[in-house]
């Protein structure tokens, strides 16, 4: 089942997508589109040249000094504070013409021991040997990571409001109601690897960063452009580093983030600032966290080949082996019923269809499935365009699901070392009542050059769905999607431009489904 | 609480039995830990089969097991202990005068008294397991005068033991007092109690170790200087002799002794984390989740309803869990969230969901009047403010809090004293630097929690023309006001007040005598007298944000009345079937309204929005720090709930313009 080859082919180069509508993707010109980016003022464009980058990294300050010769207990000492255990032991070794002999060669042999043993331990899970921006790189949901200038988006649930990080640890929010576009600036924001709005408020956003979580306060009314430290909260614990994933509960009572390094996941009440470490063994970490809308279900992924499905009310888990990798991506339908999830290394989404216990029996966990299902088949395919032959598919980078629960955009990883095989969105139409199915909707394009890092679909779009797509050039764009969604009542007719046609549907494939339950 | 004469069927039925699970529990754990405590005691690196022998055979011996009764008393009595004095609302010193007033309390006074027995107890059962030199309390040695018949000496390193049982017990037991130990705290994530003792366990270990090491450092210390009182004390009683020819350990080279440190630490350890486990396990179990039912199909079963159980005043921990339960079901179970918007049978009355509304709305408003007090209290300053009700003041927040908050930091008496009325409605209202903590201390019926003291502690004030003119007849009349105040402010705190029965001019004018005048100067001398002992400013001086934190208290149940009521209600969109919210849809929304605006104004005050330090590594509960700041951000997400159900529909609710205003804030997330 190849559900890619049931796609429109997508556009020819130059041309980028603008919008579905009538059941179809509109595309225009670069010079129309960029008419377009004027005019609307949510569509940004950050120039990798304008944002001022760091020079320098943190640990190599050290070599501009001169070295200074201190005495053996100044030196243990500094190396105690600045490298724990191992940095004394290390510092101690070294120095072996000043201490005596048996305790150079002890703290050796303790050293060689916890380089064996964490050796054994990396060997375990590979992934704890990554420099943590490293690790942020491979765990992130964004395509290329460190390369990218927009590492991280988030619409506010409720209002057309957004918040961008940039490459220079800065993170901007934009509001079109407001002229002021406040610059988030922190010591300790580095590497902002996620941000998220916290539901049912208005100022609150969680940025995971290198060291630890921040919980900006951000008063919409106010108009100074550069909030100061003081309104954000730091949330930090010891090993909890670095942070690479977090998720709102829907209520907005809690905050859970994730480490890799970190076999604990964190459910934080952000107003207090306590947080509930949930341990389970095995896995090694967890990287990425996703919260279901209706808040029963958390997802949350480890690096090694295992995910698990907590319920919110007691905190207890499934555990879900993969065969193949991790599980690299998640997202739930807006009933928070069915989960959709990609495992690194294969080409397909599975759903898993999880159904409450009967109402108000305080049973323990609600009855989950025992096997996840193919529900699309990403393999390679192979497009003839008036360019060449281009190839779409394999494996994919992350997934997101609109809030009606209609579109399903789909981010391919593509080969950044092949011209023919660029990463791009692919957007499924998706149905999840009565039975789930799953249609070809189209590819969305960017300018020429320009490669998909980053996807959002907006939470709150009155007119169907909205998808937001950071682009590698800098430029972020909306792609909407007019649509009557079923799940709406039909008396705002204002989205759309006309009602579907469908004798207009260039293609008979368009229709054809790629998935239903029935099938199997 | 337990000892009262009518107790509760929820404390009969469900929280004695859960102390006595728990209790139960710890007991069970003590085996392994005591083995755990033999292995540690009697290790020795270089003969370690010889060391599982001894240990097997001493785990089997008639000593053994008789101590390993003893601790199961101790435990047993820990646990009573517990269950006796626990609390869901902490309390809160806001002096240090008010914490050694909670010290000496003879309450606390019988507590302490038990922890220390308990610790000797404990210790010499340490004594027994360790063995070797520490396990009896004398021993024959050769008299010292050469003869060669044999008397009995003192072990000292016995007594050491006991002494240390008995400190660590004693400081457990005030730690407990400094720390709020016994208030419990109820966790915002649900877990079962198998993983949350789990989850706790390193923490656990991790605190009893550090806090033995510090009590034991503390330990040797007083040792150090007084050990040779309880050495001489017991050698006259129990008519021992000391052993001169051993050195003796109340020295420096006897202390340094480092097994005998190490032992000390292990059983001080030992000691700390049996009862820290019963605590947490007694903790666990008594937050656990209770679930009520909504409706009762019996009459007899009646009293054991929600809405009824919310009502009730006592004991608090009925209305906590009750309040937890209620949060939960409506934000978990449609079927009872169902039942609470039920019908009732014959009549059609929506009994249940009346009922709970009401309470949760009476608790809201409760907390309203109290910030509202407290913020008259503090925040005017007296100029020629009128004797307004809270709802008066409120609409002219904004310049009053700030004009307050700068005489706090800034005071300028002058200024208060231009216009006599200033100086009436001053002292009716509150005095400007007194925080509200007075109520919550125990010392508000003393002369110095005046504002006398605290302006000492500003040295610019001395300068200031205050102190210069103390004969002038405005300070003369401002000392009855010193008074009058404390004891309003005291009727103000109690929860029944409200902000309306604070203010009595009527009381206030009085003509003081000429005696009276003179009293009050001299009272005034003395106060200014004690003010400048630094002993006593630092005893008397308010503990900044504690006044806070006391007002807070309680908050936990407020949070959960908010998010009770704000899930019902957005439930109530889609399964209130009979539209019996919307009736109380107005109310709710005014509520919450004029309890935003009072903690808002409550945030603006010094000190209030000030995050507390956060203390790890203490077995102490400090969410009652950040009750707060909890508070708040419930309190707008529960808004933000049913603005966001709601949307428009809400511009159909009768209110006042100033709440719509502040509701349409909220609907266009502007707040």
């Known amino acids: ?520 | 609480m337990f000892s009262t004469e009518q107790t509760c069927w929820f404390v009969r039925k469900v929280i004695c039995w859960r102390a006595a699970a728990s209790t139960a529990w710890a007991v069970l754990l003590l085996g392994p830990i005591t083995a755990a405590l033999v292995i540690l005691g009697r290790f020795s690196l270089f003969h370690p089969i010889q060391t599982i022998s001894e240990c097997l055979s001493l785990l089997t011996s008639a000593s053994a097991v008789f101590s390993l009764i003893l601790l199961c008393g101790v435990i047993l009595m820990i646990g009573f202990l517990n269950l006796e004095y626990y609390t869901v609302i902490p309390t809160i010193a806001c002096s240090k005068i008010a914490l050694l007033g909670q010290l000496l309390h003879p309450r606390q006074l019988v507590n302490s008294a038990v922890h220390c027995v308990m610790g000797i107890v404990v210790a010499w059962c340490c004594a027994i397991t360790i063995g070797g030199r520490y396990e009896t309390l004398g021993y024959t040695c050769p008299q010292s005068d050469g003869d060669s018949s044999s008397q009995m000496c003192l072990n000292e390193y016995h007594l050491i033991l006991l002494l240390a049982g008995a400190f660590v017990g004693l400081s457990y037991s005030l730690l407990g007092v400094i720390h709020n130990m016994n208030y419990i705290s109820f966790h915002t994530v649900q877990q079962y109690k198998y993983l949350r003792f789990k989850g706790a366990l390193p923490l656990v270990v991790k605190c009893s170790a550090t806090q033995a090491l510090y009590s034991i450092r503390n330990f040797i210390v007083v040792y150090f200087f007084l050990g040779y009182i309880p050495k001489a004390w017991f050698c006259k009683t129990l008519n021992l002799y000391l052993n001169s020819s051993v050195h003796p350990l109340d020295s420096i080279a006897g202390l340094l002794d480092l097994s005998l440190v190490y032992h000390l630490w292990i059983s001080a350890s030992f000691l700390l984390f049996t009862w820290h486990i019963t605590l947490v396990l007694f903790r666990i179990f008594v937050t656990e989740l209770y679930s009520f039912p909504v409706q009762s199909s019996f009459t007899e079963d009646a009293h054991q309803c929600l809405a009824k159980v919310l009502n009730e005043k006592q004991p608090m921990i009925l209305k906590f869990l009750a309040l937890q339960d209620l949060a939960l079901l409506s934000q978990h179970s449609p079927s009872r969230r169902c039942q609470v918007f039920s019908l009732s049978q014959p009549g059609g009355h929506p009994h249940n969901w009346n009922a709970i509304s009401k309470e949760c709305l009476s608790m809201l408003t409760d907390l309203t009047q109290r910030l509202v007090a407290y913020h008259d209290t503090v925040a005017t300053n007296g100029r020629a403010k009128s004797l307004s009700t809270g709802s008066e003041r409120k609409t002219s927040s904004e310049t009053s809090v700030t004009s307050g908050t700068e005489d706090l930091m800034s005071p300028r008496p002058t200024l208060l004293m231009k216009t006599p009325a200033s100086v009436f409605a001053r002292s009716v209202v509150g005095t400007p630097r007194t925080p509200l903590t007075a109520p919550f201390t125990p010392d508000l019926d003393s002369p110095f929690a005046s504002p006398a003291l605290r302006r000492l502690t500003a040295p610019v004030e001395q300068c200031s023309p205050w102190f210069g003119t103390v004969q002038s007849p405005h300070v003369m009349r401002r000392g009855p006001k010193l008074w009058s105040t404390s004891t309003d402010s005291q009727v103000n705190g109690s929860p029944q007040s409200s902000p309306a029965s604070v203010p009595s001019p009527k009381q206030e004018p009085s003509k003081p005598s000429l005696l009276a005048q003179f009293l009050q100067n001299r009272k005034e001398q003395v106060k200014n007298f004690l003010a400048k002992r630094v002993l006593i400013m630092y005893l008397f001086n308010k503990l900044p944000e504690a006044s806070s934190q006391a007002l807070f208290a309680d908050s936990q149940a407020h949070i959960w009345a908010l998010e009770g009521l704000s899930y019902l209600v957005q439930a109530s969109f889609s399964e209130d079937q009979f539209g019996v919210v919307q009736t109380a849809l107005p109310s709710i929304l005014s509520c919450m309204l004029v309890l935003q605006e009072a903690v808002d104004r409550h945030f603006k005050l010094p000190h209030a929005s000030s995050k507390p330090v956060r203390s790890t590594g203490s077995m102490g509960d400090s969410t009652h720090k950040t009750l707060r700041f909890a508070l708040r951000a419930t309190l707008k997400t529960a808004i933000y709930r049913i603005t966001t159900t709601f949307g428009d529909h809400l511009n159909a609710i009768q209110m006042s313009a100033e709440h719509r205003k502040r509701l349409q804030q909220f609907l266009e997330y502007k707040e």
């Open chain 1, 1 to 520: 089942m190849c559900s890619l080859a049931l796609f429109p082919p997508p556009l020819p180069s130059g041309q980028t997508t603008l919008c579905e509508s009538n059941n179809e993707l509109l595309s225009g010109t670069t010079t129309e589109d960029q008419l377009k980016q004027e005019s609307s003022p949510l569509s940004l464009y950050f120039p990798r040249e304008s944002l001022k980058l760091h020079s320098r990294t943190e640990s190599s300050s050290k070599a501009a000094f001169l070295d200074h010769s201190e005495t053996l207990w100044m030196r243990s000492a500094a190396a105690w504070r600045d490298g724990g255990l191992t940095g004394l032991l290390n510092e101690i070794t070294t120095s072996h013409t000043e201490v005596p002999k048996w305790l150079s060669m002890s703290s050796g042999c303790i050293l060689a021991l916890l380089q064996k043993v964490s050796s054994f331990h990396g060997s375990l899970f590979p992934h704890l040997t990554l420099s943590s921006e490293d690790m942020i790189a491979e765990f992130s949901q964004v395509l290329n990571w460190s390369d990218c200038v927009v590492r991280a988006f988030a619409w506010h649930p409720h209002t057309d409001k957004f918040a961008v990080a940039l490459l220079d640890d800065s993170i901007k929010i934009y509001n079109p109601k407001s002229a002021t576009t406040p610059t988030l600036k922190h010591r300790l924001q580095r590497s902002v690897a996620a941000v998220q709005w916290k539901p049912l408020c208005a100022s609150a956003l969680a940025v995971a960063c290198q060291n630890c979580l921040l919980v900006w306060h951000v008063d919409p009314c106010s108009l100074s452009t550069r909030p100061s430290s003081g309104c954000a909260q730091v949330l930090s614990h010891p090993g909890h580093s670095p942070v690479t994933s977090i998720a709102w509960s829907p209520s907005g009572s809690l905050l859970v983030s994730a480490s890799p390094m970190d076999t604990a996941m964190m459910v934080w009440d952000v107003a207090s600032e306590s947080c509930v470490p949930l341990q389970r063994v095995g896995g090694g970490g967890v990287s990425f966290l996703s919260w279901s809308p209706d808040g029963s279900h958390v997802l949350a992924s480890t690096p090694s080949a295992l995910f698990r499905v907590w319920e919110t009310r007691m905190w207890t888990c499934e555990r879900w082996p993969c065969v193949k990798g991790r599980c690299q991506s998640g997202c739930w339908s807006p009933d928070g019923s069915r989960l959709l999830f990609t495992v690194q290394g294969e080409m397909v989404i599975y759903a898993l269809t999880f159904t409450d216990t009967p109402a108000g029996v305080p049973t323990s966990t609600s009855q989950g499935p025992q096997a996840a299902a193919v529900v699309a088949d990403l393999s390679e395919t192979t497009f003839n365009t008036p360019d060449g032959d281009i190839i779409v598919g394999g494996e994919i980078q992350s997934l997101a699901w609109d809030s009606t629960g209609e579109r399903l955009a789909v981010l391919l990883k593509g080969d950044p070392h092949a011209a023919d095989r660029p990463a791009i969105i692919a957007v499924f139409k998706t149905r999840t009542s009565p039975i789930f199915e799953l249609l070809p909707c189209g590819f969305v394009q960017g300018e020429r050059g320009a490669e998909p890092r980053l996807m959002q679909f907006h939470p709150s779009f009155q007119h169907g769905a909205l998808l937001t797509v950071c682009w590698s050039s800098g430029r972020i764009t909306h792609v909407p999607f007019y649509f009557l969604s079923a799940g709406v009542p039909h008396c705002g007719l204002s989205g759309s431009p006309s009602l579907p046609r469908p004798q207009t549907v260039p293609a008979d494939f368009a229709n054809q489904s790629l998935f239903t339950e029935l099938m199997s």
